[in-house]
């Protein structure tokens, strides 16, 4: 089945550690976004790749950052976790700016 | 304001009975709507997507939009206790690049 991939699954690191999070997909799609998702609260844009162009938001923390290397895969970088950074991750693609797809999610836990 | 205004509940209904959710906007220009179900630690799963005004039913699931009022609205008939999570709903507009806004979910329980 065509689908959007999350790893890991779960994610715990110290305070400061960098952490990198991993998204694939088999959709072929073109576009592809990062979420943060914080308890009970809605999915939050950090940034998108349209085909290779990268797109941040302005509200994106720069301890954030992201790889596209193929149209597969993307990472989502963590330079320096706070606590504030706990919260699920959610990967999305969209075959341009049609219907988006979620993964699974990754939930970032910082000790 | 919030752009997009949904009551997180939780609403709690019993098994069988109707579950009625909604979301209110202000952005005149969103003409894409769209409902997704989270389930608790997982990500969000597309529903229902409509455009423009009206409404679409699939199974147990109808979605009205109605643009004059800028209030959209998802049934779902027949409620099991699976139905139980979190729905989210979320618009965009119709120029390329729009991202989605998104409501901040209502927490639904189904009571066997």
């Known amino acids: 089945d065509a689908m959007v991939i999350q790893n890991p699954r779960y994610q715990v690191t110290q305070f400061g550690k960098p952490v990198t999070l991993s998204c694939s997909q088999t959709l072929n799609h073109n576009v592809m976004y990062w979420y943060q998702q914080k308890s009970s609260q809605a999915p939050k844009l950090l940034f998108h790749?349209?085909?290779?162009?990268?797109?941040n938001e302005a509200d994106t923390p720069d301890n954030f950052q992201s790889r596209r290397p193929n149209t597969s895969f993307c990472f989502l970088d963590i330079r320096s976790p706070g606590l504030g950074d706990a919260a699920m991750y959610l990967c999305a693609t969209s075959r341009d700016w049609d219907t988006q797809y979620f993964g699974p999610g990754t939930r970032l836990t910082v000790l | 304001q919030k752009e997009v205004e949904q009551d997180p509940g939780p609403l709690s209904v019993p098994e069988g009975a109707i579950v009625s959710l909604n979301c209110t906007y202000s952005n005149s220009a969103f003409q894409y709507f769209m409902w997704y179900r989270q389930y608790s630690r997982k990500g969000p799963e597309l529903l229902m997507y409509?455009?423009?005004?009206g409404n679409k039913e699939d199974g147990r699931f109808t979605a009205q939009v109605d643009k004059s009022s800028k209030y959209i609205s998802l049934f779902i008939r027949d409620s099991q206790p699976s139905d139980s999570a979190t729905y989210l709903c979320a618009m965009k507009g119709e120029a390329a690049g729009n991202k989605l806004t998104f409501g901040g979910g209502t927490r639904v329980l189904v009571k066997p």
């Open positions: 409509t455009y423009s005004s």
């Open positions: 790749y349209y085909d290779k162009d990268f797109n």
